[in-house]
Structures are given as structure tokens and as C-alpha cells.
């Protein structure tokens, strides 16, 4: 099956498990580029743009893990009985 190179926002929201709004947000922001096109401007994502966008964010967790390393109580709802 044959992938479709431009994707809706909806689309995008589905494949990354976020709301419509927060795509949005993020195309707005120029964070994930995307075009306006047609009459109406309707936002498409072209599906390598948001391949590399999935590898940067990758990228950036691991800056940030490395950056800020875990200890124990960084998640004090753990250690906390329910």
C-alpha cells in the first residue's frame, strides 16, 4: 500500500496521538512546517517533514535526558501507595 506524501492535520494528530489543536499549534509556531493550499487554505504536512520532526523531537528528548538525568525522586506519585 502506497503512502500518501501530503497529510491532513488530522492525519497528523492520529499518527503522533495529540489532539487537532496541538498540531495546530505546532504548525503555527513553524515548529512542524507544513503548506496552505487551495481556496480555502487547508494546512498539509508532507509525511518527510514529519518524519524529520519525529527524529528532532527524539533528538531533543535525548538532549534533555542527558541534560537532566533521573533520580529517584523525580516522580514522587511512585513512592506515594494508592
Same mark, same amino acid.
Given at each position: 500500500?502506497?503512502?500518501r506524501?501530503?497529510?491532513?492535520?488530522?492525519?497528523?494528530a492520529e %499518527?503522533?496521538? =495529540? #489532539?487537532?489543536?496541538?498540531?495546530?499549534?505546532?504548525?503555527?509556531?513553524? +515548529?512542524? *512546517?507544513?503548506?496552505?493550499?487551495?481556496?480555502?487554505?487547508?494546512?498539509?504536512?508532507?509525511r518527510?517533514?514529519? %518524519?524529520?520532526f =519525529? #527524529?528532532?523531537?527524539?533528538?531533543?528528548?535525548?538532549?534533555?535526558?542527558? +541534560?537532566? *538525568?533521573?533520580?529517584?525522586?523525580?516522580?514522587?506519585?511512585?513512592?506515594?501507595?494508592?
Amino acid at each position: 500500500m502506497e503512502q500518501r506524501r501530503f497529510l491532513e492535520l488530522n492525519d497528523v494528530a492520529e %499518527e503522533l496521538n =495529540i #489532539s487537532f489543536a496541538q498540531v495546530y499549534a505546532l504548525v503555527r509556531r513553524g +515548529d512542524l *512546517p507544513a503548506i496552505k493550499i487551495g481556496g480555502r487554505g487547508q494546512w498539509r504536512v508532507e509525511r518527510a517533514k514529519l %518524519e524529520d520532526f =519525529i #527524529s528532532r523531537m527524539y533528538a531533543e528528548t535525548a538532549d534533555f535526558i542527558r +541534560d537532566n *538525568p533521573f533520580v529517584g525522586g523525580d516522580l514522587p506519585e511512585l513512592d506515594k501507595p494508592r
